[in-house]
């Protein structure tokens, strides 16, 4: 499906649409032959529109989540985490696709990999130019993160949607299972904690 997305947009995108459609015309082209062939390839290029529009919605949205990671307290990166999740699990329940580099590389940090958006730089950039739609989680910390900004100004330069989203407007409640507020926050934080057998 995506190989057909990207041959659709390739033809979508040819500058001289005619030249590459150069078959259909005739080689000694009369006025009503240019007309009659014009409209077609218009008629053509409108068809491969509606096509490309149908298999973007087969493939579906695909949403960056930006929020807050590094810090030298290891407790906040963890809570930082924690609350990556259930935002990425309430941009899932309204549909949309989600990738969170927070959410896909904190576990991966118990293994020895470094937690500085340094070393994560290139694999997030590179899922980032692969999305439609960046959201900026707006959690303590966010604007002071080098890593949301630097995502933030290539959103800009792709010129990408952005949104700012705060958890509490994502959840949809003002007190759902787990209160938002950072009272609740920190005692569901240290719940999970303590069931994974403490601080590793």
Known sequence: MKRELTRITAKLLVDD???????DWPARPTASAVVTTAARDRD?????AHRLVHLKQQLGTLVYLASPYSHDDV????????LACKAAAAIMRQGKLVYSPIVHSHPLTRYGLPTDWGYWQQLDEAMLVRCQELWVLLL???????GIQAEIQLAERRGMPRRYVRLE????????AGCVCAECEEREVQTAIDERGGCR
Request: charged share 30%.
């Open 140 to 146: 303590d910390g966010w604007a002071a993160s080098a």
């Open 75 to 82: 407790h906040v990166r963890r809570r930082r985490y924690y």
């Open 17 to 23: 649409w005619a030249s590459a459609c150069a078959e």
């Open 44 to 48: 053509r290029r409108h068809d491969l």
């Open 169 to 176: 407007d994502l959840l949809g409640e003002a007190h759902p």
